[in-house]
Structure formats: structure tokens, C-alpha cells
């Protein structure tokens, strides 16, 4: 959601904050990112350019966010739920990103966990495992659920099957403000809840050479 022109401030920003606290902590510097086809060449040079560690996927909208086209409601379709899933394992395909956040994310809008979320889900969650590519328990979504009395996204199901694939799942804050890393209780539930399910759980991610991809 930052808009282009403020990236140098943010950058400027954590690296005087890396310098200042190296001794302490190591902080890493990247982003969230989409997968828009049209723009991955730029994006590619962009993360190089800018010495970026790492980039996440967070796969929010059909091929650009120009038209706004929203996976997170535009789901409740089941045309768009597999091109959600399509645009997913193409982006993990690029080799760019070091794991898929909310991977469920097409349960705000589906709020059903149908035959059809079950079809896609299991066909997102396999692509995953054969690349190699962590799935994000999102707890944003996990304080969503819990303040709202829903279940979208962390959704029970999908974990499910995400534990009968064999994936490997991570546990992300997704702050949107400081006051998100306030979330000892969620990400305690959310430990439990995927330890239960037998999902192995990895607290470190891989660092890509984005100039050999």
C-alpha cells in the first residue's frame, strides 16, 4: 500500500536502524509484493537494484491492482477462486518470493469451505510443496476472526488440508500498525492449532539471490 515515492524513506529508515541496533539485532529489509504479470520484470530489477533481503507474496488482486479486482471478495465466484489459485502458483513459480501470505485469503470473500474451495485448496497447497514455498497463518486474520465471531482466513479447513498435503506453514504478524505485534495470544493459538494438525512449522525463511533469477 505504499505508494512508490515514499520507498526511499523506508528504506533510509530500517538501514539507519539496522546500522544503529547491529550489535543487538539483525533486521532484515523487504517487502510484501504482488504477482502482476505485466510488471515482474520491473519488480525483478527493482529488488535487485535496491538490495532488498527478501520479498513475501501477497496475492491480493487479479493481475493488477489497476482494475481492482479484489481476491478477497471477488472469490465468492468460483471463476475467480481459480484464477486466485492459477495466479497464486504462478507467482511461487517466479522463485521470487520467500513464502504465500494468507494463502487462504479467498475465504473472506467465499466464506463457504465447499467442494470447490476444497478442489483449489488442496491444488494451491500441492503446487506449494512441490516448490518448496511456505504458507503463511496469517495472525491478522486470526484477530479478524476472533473480534468479528467469523472464520475466513486463518481458516480451519484449509489448515487441514494443508497438513494432509504435507506443507509447511510460517506464522506472520501482518502488521498494519505497532499495535499488531501485540499478538502473544494468537500466535500461541496458532502454534497449538497447527501443531495439532502435525504441520511442520519453521521460524526462519530463505534469502533468494535475486540476480541469478
Known amino acids: 500500500r505504499m505508494p512508490l515515492s515514499q520507498f526511499d524513506d523506508y528504506y533510509t529508515s530500517i538501514a539507519s536502524l539496522r546500522e544503529k541496533y547491529k550489535d543487538q539485532i539483525s533486521i532484515k529489509i523487504g517487502l510484501e509484493c504482488e ?4 510488471y515482474m520484470d520491473w ?3 527493482f529488488v535487485v537494484e535496491k538490495k532488498l533481503d527478501y520479498i513475501i507474496f ?4 487479479y493481475k493488477t491492482d489497476e482494475k481492482r479486482v479484489y481476491f478477497g471478495t471477488a472469490c465468492e465466484n468460483e471463476e475467480y477462486l481459480i484464477r486466485y489459485v492459477d495466479e497464486a502458483i504462478a507467482g511461487m513459480e517466479t522463485g521470487l518470493y520467500s513464502y504465500l501470505c494468507h494463502p487462504d485469503l479467498f475465504m473472506r470473500g467465499r466464506r463457504v469451505f465447499d467442494d470447490v474451495a476444497k478442489r483449489e485448496s488442496i491444488r494451491l497447497c500441492e503446487a506449494a510443496k512441490k516448490l518448496n514455498i511456505p504458507l503463511e497463518y496469517n495472525l491478522a486474520g486470526a484477530a479478524y476472526n476472533d473480534i468479528m465471531h467469523t472464520m475466513q482466513y486463518p481458516h480451519e479447513e484449509f ?3 494443508a ?17 499488531a505485534m501485540e499478538t502473544d495470544r494468537y500466535r500461541d ?9 502435525g504441520i ?3 521460524d526462519k525463511i530463505e534469502f533468494k539471490d535475486f540476480s541469478k533469477l
Open 58 to 61: 501477497g496475492n491480493h488482486y
Open 43 to 45: 519488480l525483478k530489477q
Open 163 to 179: 497438513a494432509e498435503v504435507g506443507n509447511t506453514a510460517i506464522i506472520g504478524v501482518d502488521a498494519h500498525e505497532p499495535a
Open 200 to 202: 511442520h512449522i519453521i
Open 189 to 197: 493459538e496458532g502454534l497449538k492449532r497447527l501443531q495439532e494438525l
Open 159 to 161: 489448515w487441514k488440508i
Open 35 to 38: 504477482y502482476f504479470p505485466k
